[in-house]
Structure formats: C-alpha cells, structure tokens
C-alpha cells in the first residue's frame, strides 16, 4: 500500500492523515480499517492525527511540531493493515506559500514568526520524501472543488470563514496563486461597512474584521460592551437581541455584497462556502444572499451558493491532491 501523508496546518492545530493512491484501495470504499468515507469518489481518509499548534510560541516551535507529527504518521502507516509506504507528502499551511519551495513567505499576527519559515525544506530532510505546500485555503478549495461541493463544475470560488477570511479559485485542478503567491485573500477586500476597523494584516476597512467569526465577536463586544463568542452573538441574533442582530446583519450582507463583487470578477462555476460562520442561523444567510443580489450582475447572478460538504477533510484531500499523484 502507497500513501500520501497530508498536512493541514493553522493558527489553532495541525491535522494530519494518510491518503490511499487509486489502485491501493485509494477509492472510497475501498480501504480497511479505521477508514472514513468523504465524498463522491473521494479516497480514504485513514490514521487522522492532530496537535496543536501553539502559534504563540513562535514558528520555530510551530515546525518543531508539524515535522515530529510527520514522522509519527510515518510510522503510523506500517501499522495500517498490509503494511504501507509513504511516497509523497501534501501540505496546506496558513500563510503565504512560495509554492515553488515550500517556504512561508509571510503571515498574520495570529501566526507570529511563522514568515519565513522554510517549511518545505525542513520535510524534506526529516523525511527523504518529496514534499508539495500550498496555501490552508487552497488546499481547501481544491478537496472541495475535485470532491466536494465543487465537483463537475469548470471552476471553483471558495469563502472560508472561520477565525479570519480566506478564499481561493480552482480552474481545472490547479489553485490560482497569482503573481505574488496571495491570490484568494478574500477577507482584506476593501468593504465600505468596514470603514476605520483595523485588520489583522495592518491595514483598515477591510472585510474580515466585520464578518469572519472573530470580527462579529469584537463588533457584538464594540457595540453592546458584553463578551461573546461569534456563534453566541448569532444565537443572540436569532433570539432578537437588536445588537446582535445589527451585528449579524451587517456581517452577512458584507460578505454577499464581496462574493457579488468577486463573482462579477472572476465568473466561477460554484461558489463554495465554508467555516464556522456558514453554520449561522436564517438571519445570516438571508443578509448574505440581499447582498449577493444587490451586487451580482444578471449574467451571473444564478451562480450557485452552497455549502462545503468535506469539512475538516477538505484540505488534506486538497493537500494530497496538490502532489500530483492522487487521479
């Protein structure tokens, strides 16, 4: 048996799991033991591990953690059923990724001295294996587009909101990167509702401080003085509580007016949207599709908006799949 070990790494932990080649029992159904079945056609996802990350403690400690967990899985996949070699290993990583040598170009305060990190670099020689490292998003864009909610579509635009805001395009099987490896940064669009928030890139007026899960907890906290996580302030919102419901509001319509915006851009088949916020209640969703039809122009307005179907598996699928040698 051949695997591919995936990694996806960011600022809360750092997943890991093997993933069966086609012809080794890759295809779903087709594995034994201690197997889950993902999606349509999906591969296995066998000998899920995780840590956590402890960003605060810097990148140093962070690739201390990520290259002993790699090891771990190692030997983890001679104990799968029939013995298996590892032959490649995948890696979604938060930050900026210089795709070409797997170094982390830059990142966020939530990750501090993980810029610079040569992530790439420090896999390959703890391990002797060829290592592929792409962006946690893209990563996550490309299990969900291969076999997700994106699946048979031409091209993919996934919004995940979570903590921060991170987004990607799939065309074909391949993440657009852009020019300077930060293509897909959704959250640090320019929103009007946004105007004077400071964002966690250093700039202001940008969208995620408004509407990642994180933004509509300080926004609720700025507002009405109480703390409270971004699910509470949703709950609150579907309760009627009139700060909460501002919040919310304004958070949902923000992020239908960007994908709007986006979708008249970048005209993708899907629009996938992922994270812990897509979980909110009717209210949410309702000021996110206002939104989408206030800005998307008509020749696109019927892109379909749904939600991720892989969850957690997405982006080790998507990391797998970024090797090369998944079909």
């Keep these: 048996m051949r695997y591919v070990l995936a990694m996806d790494i960011g600022g809360t932990k750092i997943a890991s799991a093997l993933i069966p080649l086609e012809g080794d029992g890759g295809a ?13 056609g999906a591969p296995q996802v066998l000998a899920k591990a995780e840590v956590a990350t ?13 290259v002993a967990l790699a090891l771990s899985q190692l030997e983890a996949a001679l104990g799968l059923p029939g013995g298996g070699e590892v032959v490649a290993i995948g890696v979604g990583s938060a930050g ?39 962006g946690d998003v893209g990563a996550h864009a490309l299990g969900e587009h291969v076999f997700g909610a994106g699946r048979g579509y031409p091209s993919t635009l996934v919004m995940g909101l979570g903590t921060g805001i991170g ?36 700039r202001q007026g940008h969208l995620e401080p408004i509407a990642s899960g994180s933004g509509i907890a300080a926004e609720y906290a700025r507002l009405s003085g109480r703390e409270a996580t971004g699910r509470e302030v949703d709950d609150l919102a579907e309760a009627g509580d009139a700060v909460a419901l501002q919040v919310v509001r304004t ?4 992020t239908g007016e960007s994908l709007g915006s986006l979708a008249n851009i970048l005209d993708p088949g ?6 812990s916020v897509v979980n909110s209640g009717p209210t949410w969703w309702r000021a996110v599709e206002a939104g989408w039809k206030d800005q998307a122009m008509d020749p696109v307005a019927g892109t379909p908006l749904v939600r991720g179907e892989l969850g957690g598996k997405a982006p080790l699928l998507g990391a797998a799949v970024a090797t090369g040698l998944l079909d």
Excluded: F, K, Y
């Design 251 to 254: 958070a949902g319509r923000a």
């Design 270 to 275: 899907v629009i996938v949207l992922s994270g």
């Design 167 to 202: 987004g990607a395009l799939v065309e074909g099987s391949t993440v657009q990167v852009g020019a300077h490896n930060v293509a897909g940064h959704i959250g640090h669009v320019h929103h009007a509702l946004a105007a004077g928030r400071d964002c966690s890139c250093g």
């Design 54 to 66: 402890q960003a605060m403690e810097g990148g140093a400690a962070v690739l201390a953690r990520v």
């Design 28 to 40: 779903a159904g087709g594995a034994a033991g201690g197997t889950s079945s993902t999606g349509s």
């Design 96 to 134: 900026v990724v210089d795709t070409a040598s797997g170094t982390i170009t830059s990142a966020t305060g939530t990750m501090p001295g993980w810029g610079g990190t040569e992530l790439g670099r420090a896999l390959r020689e703890a391990t002797g294996l060829p290592v592929t490292v792409i």
